[in-house]
């Protein structure tokens, strides 16, 4: 069997409001509240699962989403609606701008619990040519 990743588990103030917010801006389900999870699955099978831990516990990570095109536009919309602030770089310095690395798009914000998150249409290796013999 080969080595894929599964799930995780993200510490948030409020595991719901957390599991709904990122679902709704990705345009994912919330799946069904398994004690003490609520879980959002990608649609390469990898599950985020949202736990409820004291706000002074949690340690702010960063989450990476790679989507398509239309998947980026569709949740840069939802982005734009729901008011988020967004911005082009991971130190949150350019509000309300996107980037263009690797030819691609690419933005972040934080979620309820203040977790990185960053949607991005190109992988970060895009960028690397195979060189020919």
Do not use: C, W
């Not at 957390?18 to 801006?25: G, I, N």
């Amino acid at each position: 069997m080969s080595v894929e990743f599964n799930h995780t588990i993200i510490h948030a103030r409020d595991s719901r409001e957390s599991a709904e917010f990122l679902a709704h801006v990705l345009g994912l389900e919330v799946g069904t509240e398994s004690f003490p999870f609520i879980p959002v699955a990608t649609d390469n099978g990898v599950t985020l699962d949202f736990a409820t831990i004291p706000a002074e516990s949690i340690v702010v990570q960063h989450y990476a989403f790679l989507v398509s095109d239309e998947k980026f536009d569709a949740a840069f919309t939802r982005i734009q609606q729901a008011g988020i602030t967004y911005y082009a770089d991971p130190q949150l310095k350019q509000p309300g701008q996107i980037n263009h690395h690797y030819g691609g798009r690419g933005l972040y914000f934080t979620d309820p619990a203040g977790h990185g998150m960053e949607i991005i249409t190109r992988p970060y290796d895009s960028h690397v040519h195979t060189p020919t013999t």
